[in-house]
C-alpha cells in the first residue's frame, strides 16, 4: 500500500506561481510511475502531468505545457509539481497519483492510489 500527500495548494494572482508537493509513504515508490490531475467544481477530472518512475520522461497536458514542470526525488519519496504563469482556469483541487499501469498517461483508472487532493485558486 502507499499512501499519498499532497501539500503546496493556495491562493495565488493570475501570473504567480505554486510548487505542489506529494508525499509518498512505502518503499516502493521509487519504482511507480506518477502523475497529477485536477479537478474543477463541476468538472471531470483532469489529466495534468505524469512522470516515469526514473524521472527521464515527463508529459504534459497541452493546457499546462510550458508552465508546469513535473519532477521527483525518488530519495525522499517525492513528487513534486512546479507551476508557473497561473491563470484563474487553473483553479482546482490537484490530486497526486501513484502507480500507473496503463498505456496511456491522461487515464485516471489506470492509477492504483491516489491522495486527497490539495486546492489551488488562482484569482484573477
Known amino acids: 500500500q502507499v499512501q499519498l500527500v499532497e501539500s503546496g495548494g493556495g491562493l495565488v494572482q493570475a501570473g504567480g506561481s505554486l510548487r505542489l508537493s506529494c508525499a509518498a509513504s512505502g518503499r516502493t515508490f521509487s519504482t511507480y510511475h506518477m502523475g497529477w490531475f485536477r479537478q474543477a467544481p463541476g468538472q471531470e477530472r483532469e489529466f495534468v502531468a505524469a512522470?516515469?518512475?526514473?524521472?527521464?520522461?515527463?508529459y504534459y497536458a497541452d493546457s499546462v505545457e510550458g508552465r508546469f514542470t513535473i519532477s521527483r526525488d525518488n530519495a525522499k519519496n517525492t513528487v513534486n509539481l512546479q507551476m508557473n504563469s497561473l491563470k484563474p482556469e487553473d483553479t482546482a483541487v490537484y490530486y497526486c497519483a501513484a502507480d500507473f499501469y496503463g498505456t496511456s498517461w491522461s487515464d485516471g483508472d489506470k492509477y492504483r492510489y491516489w491522495g486527497q487532493g490539495t486546492q489551488v485558486t488562482v484569482s484573477s
Open positions: 512522470i516515469t518512475w526514473t524521472g527521464r520522461s515527463t
